[in-house]
């Protein structure tokens, strides 16, 4: 069955780029649609965006400016870059396969998140 | 952006009990609704999709209900493993998530 894996660094400085990494295991990153979703701390879960295997990319409107989501077919990864963050990005990170190709639906499986806290 | 309404923000059970918990969408989303699990330190977990379909492995005592605005989760009988918080989330209109109900023992 499908897994995925979260890693990067759980510190980042105000203004710096947060980077996170997604190991998918147990089947092929490709034919497939996968997001990045945050949660910051009380808060409810955020969708952030998705990359196609193709490398196509979408993402929510108010975090466009900033986000970059890529994918590396070779390495079964995808990739979450977020720059100039503040405290308001802290969050736990969570990659999931989903939507699909269909178009809106839901996320499954999900990875287990990894916390980032932005502080200086 | 649509947003999503559960209550409570926590239920308190005993096992054995049934469990109801709803969530309202702020405009009508369809059955564009899905259902997830959550226990500390793990991944969220698909329960429901299109707001009535078990997911593959899910016990049969989870069911979903409801269309448009207003759904519910009921766990038919509370097991040990089910005090978890549970989220729901529409993808009628991009990709929102409520906030979540606290399943805990009472």
């Known amino acids: 069955q499908v897994q995925l894996q979260e890693s990067g660094p759980r510190l980042v400085k105000p203004s710096e780029t947060l980077s996170l990494t997604c190991t998918v295991s147990g089947g092929s990153i490709s034919n497939d649609y996968w997001s990045w979703i945050r949660q910051p701390p009380g808060k409810a879960l955020e969708w952030i965006g998705y990359v196609y295997e193709s490398g196509s990319a979408n993402y929510k409107p108010s975090l466009q400016s900033r986000v970059t989501i890529s994918v590396d077919r070779s390495k079964n990864q995808l990739s979450l870059e977020l720059n100039s963050v503040t405290a308001a990005d802290t969050a736990v990170y969570y990659c999931?396969?989903?939507?699909?190709?269909?178009?809106?639906?839901?996320?499954?499986?999900w990875g287990q998140g990894t916390l980032v806290t932005v502080f200086s | 952006e649509i947003v999503m309404t559960q209550s409570p923000a926590t239920l308190s059970v005993s096992p054995g009990e049934r469990a109801t918990l709803s969530c309202r969408a702020s405009?009508?989303?369809?059955?564009?609704l899905a259902w997830y699990q959550q226990k500390p330190g793990q991944a969220p977990r698909l329960l429901i999709y299109?707001?009535?379909i078990r997911a593959t492995g899910i016990p049969a005592r989870f069911s979903g209900s409801g269309s448009g605005t207003d759904f519910t989760l009921t766990i038919s009988s509370l097991q040990s493993e089910d005090f978890a918080v549970y989220y729901c989330?529409?993808?009628?209109?991009?990709?929102?998530f409520g906030q979540g109900t606290k399943v805990e023992i009472k």
């Open positions: 299109d707001a009535s």
């Open positions: 999931a396969r989903g939507p699909n190709s269909s178009g809106y639906t839901w996320f499954d499986p």
């Open positions: 405009q009508s989303i369809s059955s564009n």
């Open positions: 989330q529409q993808y009628y209109n991009w990709w929102t």
